[in-house]
């Protein structure tokens, strides 16, 4: 299996999935275009974290909260002093990079001087201003996280539903930072989706409640089919954001190394408490059982979109030696290289295929037509009638499409189609009325 980053990027451009952005003016640095089937992906994997964590519990409200906010919120939450990451520059190149991310000791890696500035902190925050007027007091920032969203309508959340400790908000949506050095595709960018729980608990059970989001975090990681390509790393105090007393990241085994794909922290009442502090107003929760009042404390499970997009197409990835066609192998038959997309089949693109054998044959094509539109209207079905049958194959393989589905000669006599399994390239004949029925009890 070669699942290199030039692999992967190379699939997503051609087809579909993920184009750089602004391409057609030269690019823009840390910026990506979602296409078609990303798009879907990345919707799939949206909406089953929904359906999850928010539709199927009684205990956590949903919010969408703005995405320009008030500079009061990001001093309040200690971002306008304590958001940033230490910058270097070349002096000779005048390139800038992140000094704990850069091996000073192997030069620059633009130009190969090892003549640098002394590091200094630089703020990831866009900043910009409200109205037509450009003074500090017009000044916004674009978030940096979804969490300060939560935080903030905390107190219309319990006036408004009246939920009993523990409770979380959730939240998904654009975030965006400054980063002195993206990459590595859409791990690292500057615009990027983010889908955020803040969970509030009294301050005696936060332990208890911190390990049941861990092991809720490794349940939707078996999910979306990474079950036991992670690995867990207690983050030490020096290392953890100002907001935390204790860090768990969940990390991956992208091509380009091990990093950080999801962060479960435990927030302590910082929050909560700063925000009543600046705005004035009391965020605190009374206990109806012992009527005391109570500011609450906070678990952050955090889960990145973009991130889950690329661990995704990493772990799906393969380039496989197969008999040439989708015949059974013999010894001494010609092979062939496809290259395939194992994705869990609720969060694939398209959840199958619908090919007439030949498109010149009317009644053949128009079958076909109609099983298309049966299918499209209970799961994502796509037609494709270009080129051989083989080539349909690879493509549909290649997109991740979990089963395809020919209409032939016999299915003008019987009503009956081939069905063929992306994974095992096997092929079974059923009844028309049968379809639904099987990919409803596979896909689950």
Not at 113 to 138: I, L, Q, W
């Amino acid at each position: 299996m070669k699942n290199s980053m030039e692999n992967i990027i190379s699939l997503a451009k051609r087809r579909g999935f993920i184009y750089p952005g602004s391409e057609l003016y030269g690019g823009l640095s840390g910026t990506w275009d979602y296409g078609p089937l990303g798009v879907e992906l990345k919707n799939n994997i949206k909406q089953e974290w929904w359906r999850r964590f928010v539709r199927a519990r009684s205990d956590v409200y949903g919010v969408d909260s703005a995405i320009l906010m008030s500079s009061r919120v990001w001093e309040a939450s200690g971002h306008v002093g304590n958001f940033s990451d230490p910058m270097i520059d070349c002096r000779k190149c005048k390139s800038r990079f992140r000094a704990d991310a850069l091996d000073i000791a192997k030069g620059c890696p633009q130009c190969g001087a090892k003549d640098f500035t002394d590091a200094r902190p630089f703020n990831m925050m866009f900043k910009t201003n409200a109205g037509p007027v450009e003074d500090t007091a017009s000044a916004v920032y674009l978030r940096p996280e979804t969490a300060q969203g939560m935080f903030v309508n905390f107190k219309n959340v319990v006036d408004s539903f009246h939920p009993k400790l523990p409770f979380g908000i959730a939240q998904m949506g654009k975030a965006f930072r400054n980063e002195i050095t993206p990459g590595n595709f859409i791990f690292r960018s500057r615009e990027f989706e983010q889908m955020e729980i803040e969970y509030f608990v009294k301050e005696a059970e936060w332990e208890r409640h911190f390990a049941t989001w861990q092991s809720a975090m490794e349940e939707w990681l078996s999910f979306v089919g990474l079950a036991g390509k992670y690995s867990l790393r207690e983050v030490p105090e020096g290392d953890r954001a100002h907001y935390s007393k204790r860090t768990i990241d969940i990390d991956f085994d992208f091509p380009f190394g091990r990093e950080e794909l999801y962060g479960l922290a435990y927030r302590t009442d910082f929050d909560l408490l700063n925000h009543s502090k600046a705005s004035g107003h009391d965020l605190w929760y009374l206990d109806e059982e012992t009527q005391e009042k109570i500011v609450p404390h906070v678990i952050e499970p955090t889960f990145g979109v973009d991130r889950t997009v690329l661990a995704v197409l990493v772990n799906a990835y393969a380039e496989e030696e197969v008999p040439s066609g989708d015949g059974a192998a013999s010894d001494g038959r010609a092979r062939d290289v496809r290259t395939v997309l194992k994705l869990p089949a609720r969060l694939a693109p398209y959840t199958v295929a619908v090919f007439p054998l030949v498109q010149n044959k009317e009644q053949i094509a128009g079958r076909a037509r109609e099983v298309y539109g049966l299918l499209k209207e209970w799961v994502a079905a796509t037609w494709d009638g270009i080129g051989n049958i083989g080539k349909r194959y690879r493509r549909q393989d290649e997109i991740g499409t979990p089963w395809c589905v020919t209409v032939d000669y016999q299915s003008l006599e019987d009503d009956t189609v081939t069905i063929r399994d992306r994974d095992t390239m096997k092929q079974e004949r059923l009844a028309v009325a049968e379809l639904l029925g099987y990919i409803e009890k596979h896909i689950s």
